[in-house]
Structure formats: C-alpha cells, structure tokens
C-alpha cells in the first residue's frame, strides 16, 4: 500500500476511512402520531491514520510538516493506492496531528496519528 499527502511518502501503520452522512432531523406530528423526518444533505469523508517514522529529525518530520498545515487550514493532496483493492486520490485538510512517543528510551522513532477530511 501506498499512502502519500501532501507529496510526503507515509510509513502507515493503520487506516480508517469513515463516510458519514450530513443530515438534519426534524420532529412532526402526523396522523396522531410522533415521527422523526431525516433530510441528508450530503456526506463527510475522513480518514485516520496512524503512522510512524524513524531516524527522522525534528525539522524533517512529516508530524512536524502536517502540523504546520493543520495550522494554515491548507488544502493538501491526498492519494491512497491499494492496486486493484482501492484507491483514492482528493485534497483533504488536516483536522489533528497527535505525536506519541510510546517506546521512551528508543532512540529516534515517532509515532503520530492524523485525522484528514475531504474537501
């Protein structure tokens, strides 16, 4: 598998793609009866990732270079190659940037998780 954002080359671990509808609901009476109406608008595609990176400084991390654009609100591209299993290729924004460092005493790996949403 293949995973590239924003031109950046990412060591995936795990991937989560959700697609979740946007809907509003509405409370009526009708024919002596309660119900609930639903209007969907549309749906909200997102993807988790959890990466990792070893012997990579600071200044040169993807964490680091994605934090930057979770800041700015850039529109990144974001391409996700499975061969014939799945494929994606969008522009998403970067709504979190998590870095954790679970193996304290191991020298130079980083473990980071995103959460991206298409634009």
């Known amino acids: 598998m293949t995973i590239t954002l924003d ?25 002596g009866a309660y119900k609930q109406t639903i209007t969907v608008f549309g749906s909200v595609k997102r993807w988790s990732l959890s990466c990792v990176e070893k012997d990579i400084a600071w200044a040169n991390s993807a964490a680091n270079h994605l934090q930057g654009h ?36 191991t020298a130079n790996v980083r473990y980071f998780s995103l959460e991206l949403q298409e634009v």
């Open 70 to 105: 979770a800041n700015d609100g850039a529109s990144l591209s974001f391409s996700v190659s499975e061969g014939d299993l799945h494929t994606v290729s969008t522009n998403v924004k970067v709504l979190r940037v998590s870095v954790r460092y679970a193996e304290i005493g």
């Open 7 to 31: 031109s950046l080359a990412l060591t995936v671990l795990g991937l989560e793609e959700t697609k979740s509808p946007v809907a509003i609901f509405n409370d009526i009476w009708e024919s």
